[in-house]
C-alpha cells in the first residue's frame, strides 16, 4: 500500500459493502459498520501521515479514541497500522483479530470472528500474507508464517498454518487444499 489514497479505499470499501447504498452524512451516522471501516481507513490515512504539528497530533489522539470505542463495540482488532488492501469486506465484523503485521490484500471477504496471528515458536514477526479476492469463512484461523495465493476461499472454523496456492480451496483443522 504504498500509495495510500484515501477516497479510492474509502470508496472501494463501501460499493463492497453497501452496493445499492448511497456514501452521505446520514447513512455515515446511521451506520455503526461504515463508521468502524471509515474510522479505520481515517486512522490509517492519519498514521502514516508525515504531518507532524500539534493539530494533526490532536486529531489523530481524537480519532484514536473514537477508534478504540468502535473495535470495543464490535469485539474486534484491526490495528491502523495493519495492511488492508481496497474494498475490504466485512459482512459481520464481530470478533475479528488481525495481527498488526499481517498484510491482506484487495476484494477480500472477512467473515465474523476471523482471526490472524502468528505462531509464537515461529517469531512474533512470521505472520500471514494474503493475496486479493480472498474470502475467510467464519471462525476460520489463519496462523503465520504462511502465504495466501489470490482467489482463495478459506471454510469456516479452518485453521491455516501452511501455504496456500492461488485459486484454491482450503478446509478442515489443519486447513488441507480441496481443488
Wanted: hydrophobic share 40%.
Amino acid at each position: 500500500m504504498h500509495n495510500y489514497d484515501f477516497k479510492t479505499y474509502i470508496k472501494a470499501d463501501f460499493g463492497i459493502n453497501f452496493k445499492n447504498k448511497k456514501m452521505n452524512i446520514l447513512f455515515f451516522l446511521r451506520n455503526k459498520k461504515f463508521r468502524l471501516l471509515y474510522a479505520f481507513r481515517m486512522s490509517s490515512k492519519l498514521q502514516r501521515s508525515e504531518k507532524k504539528n500539534i493539530f494533526f497530533k490532536t486529531i489523530r489522539k481524537i480519532l484514536a479514541i473514537y477508534y478504540d470505542s468502535l473495535q470495543h463495540d464490535f469485539c474486534c482488532e484491526l490495528p491502523q497500522a495493519t495492511e488492508i488492501g481496497k474494498g475490504l469486506n466485512l459482512p459481520h465484523p464481530y470478533g475479528i483479530i488481525i495481527n498488526h503485521n499481517t498484510v491482506i490484500g484487495d476484494n477480500c471477504t472477512i467473515l465474523h470472528f476471523v482471526t490472524f496471528g502468528n505462531n509464537a515458536k515461529k517469531g512474533s514477526d512470521n505472520l500471514p500474507v494474503v493475496g486479493n479476492n480472498v474470502v475467510f469463512g467464519a471462525g476460520a484461523k489463519i496462523i503465520g508464517p504462511c502465504n495466501i495465493g489470490n482467489n482463495v476461499k478459506i471454510g469456516a472454523n479452518a485453521v491455516v498454518v501452511t501455504d496456500i496456492k492461488d485459486n484454491c480451496v482450503a478446509a478442515g483443522v489443519p486447513a488441507k487444499t480441496l481443488k
